[in-house]
């Protein structure tokens, strides 16, 4: 008897409990035990008894000592020990349950393969996406399954091969389905492989989706460099004027570099020919055209009061200074565009302090202690040589690298004068409108203009066209530009003198369709700007010997 039957049966001495008869310590069980042990079944060693007593649960088998029968074991328990296993049992039961109804009603496929590679369990959703029965499947070798060729490859066999978890896409030839496969492998308690659960995902429509997107991808690539082209047209028929080739490929760069979103850009050229025009049209065509553009004129700025334009001032910072401090223009550009124009102006003291700006995309304002963040992209402006500049140290070389990342050059306009008269019409109609004007521009008034060289560029231009409508007499300005610019660099005038009448009209006739070409790409533009038929235009152009394009 052991220790624990000992406390059962509340006998606390083995010595006088040993040697007794069985009926005094199990009444109940006794004849039981007799009877069991007087039968055939457990002489052979076979059979077995169960019982309750009062307090106690008992089971008797026999005992067989070396081969002969020898007598009966008893082993009793506890009914709460019995109820203790009813509930775990339940427990496990409800476990068990739920387990398998999350395993059938999940959307993924769930495969289960022993350590051997053998199917033990497979879900519907498996059933489904493989388009196979489970009970065609359960004590298959997955080997064979591959084999058969239901699928391409198994993540079964890599996880066995490799003995870790691992991930593959798997063909499917009966449903014609793509199948993301992850195999986590299960190990005992002595590191051996036991199990392989394989988890598979139906991703057929993400691929076609994928190649979807990737077309659509292409499409729009397409789209946006036909938008691109377009722009440019729209751009002539707009603020900026692009008849030139010259002009069309500067705004074919600049639209480029706009979408890019790149900081770093340097715009050259002459007073006039509109860079803060092109650095909006740049702002205007980038992802950040919703935030703001700030621009700056060096040249305008006090040099004492510089730093605290471009990067503002705390409460306290110098005499005068706000009592709530005052935020700088870079940080006011924030999620835009911050335009330095004339930046070859800027003194080298604020150059420094910019540089550490652009490079650290920080600054601390004027008076303050914590730095501020930049979020901004910067366009630099200049009509100044800043090479020449920074060999004379007048402006720091590194910050010249930093804002000529990339270089947009504009010609002046007498280099494009294919342009002057669009812009010169484009003045006038502006010009007309605001001031309730009707003034128009003749053959005569295009050749003065295109023979002018125009020092203060576009801007010059414009002045000139707005002071004609306002103060002009008559309905065309050729009175008024040959006053104006007498005495100017115009080109030589046309000379009839020792010409008949004939002659001389044939010349100045000549002479005007070759500036209407000039201007006018087609021989319908000409007919219109000369107003006259299209027939015509190509009678004449005959006639002169000149090309109709």
């Known amino acids: 008897m052991n220790n624990v039957a000992l406390d059962f049966l509340k006998r606390y001495d083995r010595a006088t409990t040993i040697g007794i008869d069985v009926a005094e310590i199990l009444p109940i069980a006794a004849p039981f035990i007799r009877k069991g042990m007087a039968s055939d079944e457990f002489t052979k060693g076979e059979g077995r008894i169960v019982g309750k007593g009062r307090e106690l649960f008992f089971e008797i088998t026999p005992l067989m000592m070396n081969g002969p029968f020898e007598g009966a074991v008893i082993s009793l328990q506890k009914p709460s020990r019995f109820e203790e296993l009813a509930v775990e049992l339940s427990s496990f039961q409800e476990m068990a349950t739920t387990l398998q109804a999350i395993f059938d009603s999940s959307s993924d496929g769930i495969w289960v393969t022993n350590g051997d590679g053998i199917v033990t369990q497979i879900n519907r959703a498996s059933e489904k996406l493989n388009g196979i029965k489970a009970e065609n499947i359960v004590g298959k070798s997955i080997d064979r399954i591959v084999k058969s060729g239901l699928m391409d490859v198994s993540v079964s066999q890599e996880v066995m091969e490799k003995q870790q978890k691992s991930s593959i896409l798997q063909n499917i030839a009966r449903t014609e389905r793509q199948l993301l496969c992850t195999g986590t492998p299960v190990f005992d308690g002595d590191g051996r492989l036991?199990?392989?659960?394989?988890?598979?995902?139906?991703?057929?429509?993400?691929?076609?989706?994928?190649?979807?997107?990737?077309?659509?991808?292409?499409?729009?690539?397409?789209?946006?460099?036909?938008?691109?082209?377009?722009?440019?047209?729209?751009?002539?028929?707009?603020?900026?004027?692009?008849?030139?080739?010259?002009?069309?490929?500067?705004?074919?760069?600049?639209?480029?570099?706009a979408q890019l979103e790149v900081s770093g850009i340097l715009l050259l050229g002459e007073s006039g020919t509109g860079k803060s025009m092109l650095a909006k049209l740049l702002h205007q065509h980038s992802p950040r055209s919703a935030g703001p553009f700030l621009a700056v004129n060096c040249a305008a700025v006090p040099e004492q009061l510089f730093e605290a334009e471009l990067f503002g001032y705390e409460k306290g910072a110098f005499t005068g200074a706000r009592e709530?401090?005052?935020?700088?223009?870079?940080?006011?550009?924030?999620?835009?565009?911050?335009?330095?124009?004339?930046?070859?102006?800027?003194?080298?003291?604020?150059?420094?302090?910019?540089?550490?700006?652009?490079?650290?995309?920080?600054?601390?304002?004027?008076?303050?202690?914590?730095?501020?963040?930049?979020?901004?992209?910067?366009?630099?402006?200049?009509?100044?040589?800043?090479?020449?500049?920074?060999?004379?140290?007048?402006?720091?070389?590194?910050?010249?690298?930093?804002?000529?990342?990339?270089?947009?050059?504009?010609?002046?306009?007498?280099?494009?004068?294919?342009?002057?008269?669009?812009?010169?019409?484009?003045?006038?109609?502006?010009?007309?409108?605001?001031?309730?004007?009707?003034?128009?521009?003749?053959?005569?008034?295009?050749?003065?203009?295109?023979?002018?060289?125009?020092?203060?560029?576009?801007?010059?231009?414009?002045?000139?066209?707005?002071?004609?409508?306002?103060?002009?007499?008559?309905?065309?300005?050729?009175?008024?530009?040959?006053?104006?610019?007498?005495?100017?660099?115009?080109?030589?005038?046309?000379?009839?003198?020792?010409?008949?009448?004939?002659?001389?009209?044939?010349?100045?006739?000549?002479?005007?369709?070759?500036?209407?070409?000039?201007?006018?790409?087609?021989?319908?533009?000409?007919?219109?700007?000369?107003?006259?038929?299209?027939?015509?235009?190509?009678?004449?152009?005959?006639?002169?010997?000149?090309?109709?394009?």
């Not at 199990?195 to 997107?213: A, F, P, S």
């Not at 992209?377 to 004379?392: C, G, M, P, R, Y």
Request: glycine residues 6%; charged residues 30%; aromatic residues 6%.
């Open 194 to 257: 036991s199990m392989v659960v394989v988890n598979e995902r139906d991703v057929t429509e993400l691929l076609d989706l994928r190649e979807h997107l990737k077309d659509a991808r292409e499409i729009t690539e397409k789209a946006r460099k036909e938008i691109t082209n377009l722009n440019m047209t729209e751009l002539g028929h707009g603020a900026y004027v692009a008849e030139s080739r010259s002009i069309k490929r500067l705004l074919d760069s600049a639209l480029k570099l």
């Open 324 to 549: 709530s401090g005052k935020a700088g223009l870079l940080a006011l550009a924030d999620g835009g565009t911050f335009f330095l124009d004339e930046v070859g102006e800027m003194p080298l003291a604020v150059q420094a302090k910019l540089l550490k700006c652009i490079d650290e995309k920080e600054f601390i304002p004027l008076g303050g202690t914590i730095p501020k963040k930049i979020n901004c992209i910067i366009i630099a402006a200049t009509n100044k040589d800043l090479e020449k500049q920074v060999s004379e140290r007048l402006f720091r070389k590194d910050l010249f690298y930093r804002l000529n990342v990339f270089t947009l050059t504009i010609p002046p306009l007498r280099d494009r004068v294919e342009d002057i008269f669009a812009l010169a019409t484009l003045f006038l109609n502006k010009y007309n409108e605001r001031y309730g004007k009707s003034k128009s521009l003749s053959p005569t008034s295009l050749r003065i203009l295109q023979n002018y060289s125009f020092p203060g560029n576009i801007r010059e231009l414009d002045s000139l066209i707005k002071k004609g409508v306002a103060v002009a007499e008559g309905e065309l300005l050729d009175s008024y530009l040959m006053q104006d610019l007498h005495g100017k660099d115009q080109g030589e005038p046309l000379s009839t003198t020792g010409l008949s009448l004939a002659e001389a009209l044939d010349k100045v006739e000549r002479e005007m369709f070759i500036e209407a070409q000039k201007v006018c790409p087609t021989t319908r533009d000409i007919a219109r700007y000369l107003k006259v038929s299209q027939p015509t235009v190509v009678r004449k152009l005959k006639k002169h010997g000149l090309s109709s394009r």
